[in-house]
């Protein structure tokens, strides 16, 4: 890959006008944070968007990394870091990790290399053929065209709708890789604890959206009047290890190199698993040496006369790690 990820030429990052709570919404509170969901923010330059369509499009991201799975789309998905350098580099870097966990309210990572920019394609009237065929500088929507005009069949519209769903992911940033300036739809919608619904507008080219979508229920809407659609989604956790993450691999396994994505998703859960024990561990021992401080005359471990482990406590921790490895 010729680019290599430098803030100041690839961000071109805004604040977003405002950002939804999960209290807005009428939805329960999640352990990791308050926050439901962003409006859409500047987030990329133009050259920030050509090094993804460079990188996303070239020969072996395609050849390695590109899947089939609904009628109308492609997802291209595992390229970094082995295929696509760039990329990884933009999203392991402190500065979008910042801009990302400031948003998200809670300090996040990606959740592993290989759910690092998920890229969805609405594929174009050559089908999966087009694909290769992308040009790095996005087409420019003509205003003109009317709102029934799109490279999509009316029957395959439908199917490109993502139904309600919520994320395998504690949260996601998704980013707009296309001119989407005289889109017709494709907006998010949101679904309210009242069962009433909110559409958060789909980010112009360049532009984003974090949303906490483990906790809330949404669909995207296809949208109309663009030469391509393409959106890049990474998918985060919260960094502390003592955080709540409920991720899953369920959906993703049909669109992914298996035997990559089960190493890296079993090697996180056990590194996490490790650092949570690690922390209890020494936790314990604090209050031990504590506790032999306060009550041994002569300050000798060995005898301690004091409870310093919460029996109670202990038994919903380890509940709680058991439901984590069951879920892994």
């Excluded at 308050?34 to 990329?44: C, G, H, V, Y």
């Excluded at 020969?59 to 009628?71: E, F, G, I, K, Q």
């Excluded at 402190?94 to 290399?113: K, R, W």
């Excluded at 069949?153 to 769903?165: G, R």
């Amino acid at each position: 890959s010729s680019d290599s990820f430098n803030p100041d030429k690839h961000l071109a990052y805004q604040p977003p006008a405002r950002t939804h709570t999960l209290k807005d919404l009428h939805l329960d509170e999640s352990p990791i944070s308050p926050i439901a969901s962003t409006d859409p923010f500047p987030f990329l330059s133009a050259e920030g968007v050509h090094a993804f369509r460079r990188e996303i499009f070239s020969s072996d991201v395609l050849a390695n990394c590109m899947y089939y799975t609904r009628p109308g789309s492609v997802q291209i998905r595992g390229m970094a870091p082995r295929y696509a350098p760039f990329t990884y580099a933009f999203w392991t870097s402190p500065e979008v990790l910042a801009i990302v966990s400031s948003l998200a309210g809670v300090d996040l990572v990606p959740v592993m290399d290989h759910e690092i920019a998920h890229t969805n394609v609405q594929l174009g009237p050559k089908g999966v053929d087009g694909v290769k065929d992308t040009p790095v500088e996005p087409p420019e929507a003509p205003p003109q065209v009317t709102g029934n005009h799109t490279h999509m069949p009316e029957a395959k519209k439908a199917e490109a709708l993502v139904p309600w769903h919520r994320d395998s992911h504690p949260f996601v940033c998704v980013v707009m890789l296309s001119d989407a300036r005289y889109m017709i739809d494709g907006e998010t919608e949101l679904r309210k604890g009242d069962g009433t619904t909110i559409k958060v507008k789909s980010p112009g080219i360049g532009g984003a959206v974090v949303l906490q979508g483990r906790h809330v229920s949404h669909l995207a809407i296809p949208a109309a009047n663009m030469p391509e659609r393409i959106t890049m989604v990474t998918s985060f956790r919260p960094r502390s290890p003592l955080l709540l993450d409920d991720s899953t691999c369920m959906n993703v396994r049909n669109k992914s190199c298996l035997s990559e994505m089960y190493y890296q998703w079993t090697e996180y859960r056990l590194r996490l698993l490790s650092e949570r024990f690690q922390h209890e561990a020494d936790q314990l021992r604090t209050r031990y040496a504590d506790a032999v401080r306060r009550t041994d005359p002569e300050g000798f471990p060995g005898h301690c006369l004091e409870e310093t482990v919460d029996l109670q406590y202990m038994k919903t921790w380890m509940e709680e790690q058991m439901r984590y490895m069951r879920q892994t």
